[in-house]
């Protein structure tokens, strides 16, 4: 038989879009476990989103490869998925009459369809713990014992109506938006009341020995096996590292103990013991012992804190009366007067009145000095040629625009680099190339400003070909002159320095 004809589908899972019972579209994939796999789906009839399980025990069936939907066990596992069907009636009908728990995910609907079973619950928006508090990190002090009684509680409830989660975990615990933490995925559960052995489903770590033995159905399923869960996870949000069978206690970790009550941790402790009949039996019994943490006082720290409550209330607390009735007594004794009497002055010092006459108080706002008058001297011959303007003149003013001065040009300022608008101009050096005095017909000529290279050369001065890095700086520091100095040599202007290539000849010495 070809790999075509072949009756097994090479895919496990529904396909995206699939269109369960006529009433929820599979949008896509969550997970896959050993007891079957997780859908995120959407109601049709309601268009709420919704979470599906799907029935598919791993290694005990396979998807038809014609429709790529209906499932069949494997003709050796026939006996093994008929009994997981039956089990899964009881446990789908258990589901749904479960009365509502905050702390509980709801279970919508369970049907048949493709052969095998399906359960919808309600999606729970929120982080799980594995996201929320991830490796190597821990959970507050405050926060674990809220934790550990919600979590009692919501695992009390399920076992007062007979279902048994048994995959109890970080990754099933969503903590909401609001920090409610809710307990998910269902699809382990089963019913304590069975008949059969309970299967080799669970987590390593946070499954008790009992449940992952290698011989088989040889266990039936125990409450306390959701109480090892829940240890082990409080263990991981301790100490930030995944939980392992004979790991050291809790107790007798020092840097734990630091951070955590010693009575909590033990009974962390005792909900991990690897021997069933050695932890708690029942969430009840847990939380009156989580209840009663903290309340159980040694005898002798109990006298010896009587004996300091009393020493104080005997001894202390007279010293601070005498203390606050001297404070009092200093305090009136320094009290500072805001009034100074000029009469008692008067009747203690033996002065004469003159001498305290600054002592008046002074008005609250200062008089207003005199108005000097002004004098007007008298004009002079000059100056009574210029008529004197008046008051009245001053009221109805004729605004005569100034005379016009012929303007003369005013020569700005160069451009400055340095970040200030005006720099006093400094008069360059002009700079003349060395011509021969018995000539006096030839002219001057301009000094070439494009490139380097083209400038003219004499025999006897002493050049730097420029290299890969060269900088007018670094050339100038390597021959002992000064920058201005170097571009005086080559007539070189602030644009022509950026222009410096590698091969261009520069006149470091005349």
Not at 31 to 60: L, M, Q, W
Not at 138 to 154: H, Y
């Amino acid at each position: 038989m070809s790999p075509s004809d072949s009756p097994i589908s090479p895919a496990t899972s529904l396909k995206e879009g699939y269109i369960l019972n006529k009433s929820y579209v599979i949008e896509r994939k969550i997970g896959i476990g050993g007891f079957g796999i997780t859908y995120k789906a959407r109601e049709i009839a309601s268009d709420r989103p919704v979470v599906i399980k799907e029935n598919f025990p791993a290694g005990c069936v396979y998807r038809d490869s014609t429709d790529g939907e209906t499932v069949h066990p494997y003709p050796d596992k026939v006996e093994l998925f008929d009994w997981s069907m039956e089990n899964f009636k009881k446990e789908a009908s258990t589901l749904i009459n479960l009365p509502y728990h905050p702390n509980v995910v709801r279970v919508l609907a369970a049907f048949y369809a493709n052969n095998t079973g399906y359960i919808v619950m309600k999606q729970v928006k929120g982080t799980n713990l594995h996201k929320l508090y991830p490796e190597h990190s821990n959970i507050p002090r405050k926060s674990l014992q809220s934790f550990m009684t919600t979590m009692l509680g919501a695992i009390s409830h399920l076992h007062e109506h007979g279902v048994i989660h048994r995959d109890i975990k970080p990754e099933n615990i969503i903590i909401t938006p609001e920090g409610t933490p809710v307990l998910i995925d269902f699809g382990a559960a089963r019913i304590s009341t069975t008949n059969r052995r309970a299967t080799q489903i669970g987590t390593f770590g946070y499954a008790p020995p009992e449940q992952i033995a290698k011989t088989g159905y040889n266990e039936y399923p125990q409450p306390n096996i959701d109480l090892y869960a829940l240890g082990a996870t409080c263990y991981r949000l301790i100490t930030g590292r995944e939980p392992i069978y004979n790991a050291d206690l809790l107790t007798e970790n020092k840097m734990v103990r630091r951070l955590y009550s010693r009575s909590v941790l033990a009974t962390i402790d005792k909900a991990r013991d690897p021997d069933s009949l050695k932890r708690w039996q029942s969430a009840a019994e847990w939380q009156a012992e989580l209840n009663n943490a903290g309340k159980n006082v040694n005898p002798v720290v109990s006298i010896l804190s009587m004996i300091l409550t009393f020493s104080f209330f005997l001894f202390i607390t007279p010293i601070l009366d005498k203390c606050e009735k001297r404070k009092d007594f200093d305090s009136e004794q320094h009290q500072a007067s805001s009034h100074i009497d000029i009469e008692d002055i008067k009747q203690h010092i033996k002065i004469s009145p003159d001498m305290i006459k600054d002592l008046k108080p002074k008005p609250t706002t200062d008089p207003k000095p005199p108005v000097e008058t002004p004098v007007v001297a008298e004009p002079t011959e000059i100056d009574a040629a210029v008529p004197v303007p008046d008051e009245s003149d001053f009221e109805n003013p004729v605004l005569v625009p100034p005379e016009t001065v012929p303007s003369t040009p005013v020569e700005m300022p160069e451009p400055s680099y340095t970040g200030y608008d005006i720099v006093p101009t400094v008069p360059r050096p002009e700079i003349r190339p060395n011509l021969d005095e018995s000539q006096p017909g030839e002219t001057l000529k301009e000094p070439p400003t494009l490139p380097v290279t083209e400038l003219l050369l004499k025999e006897d001065s002493k050049f730097y070909t420029v290299k890969r890095g060269d900088s007018l700086s670094r050339i100038a520091r390597k021959h002992k002159i000064p920058v201005l100095r170097l571009m005086q040599l080559n007539n070189m202007t602030n644009r022509q320095v950026s222009k410096i290539k590698v091969g261009d000849k520069l006149r470091v010495a005349e």
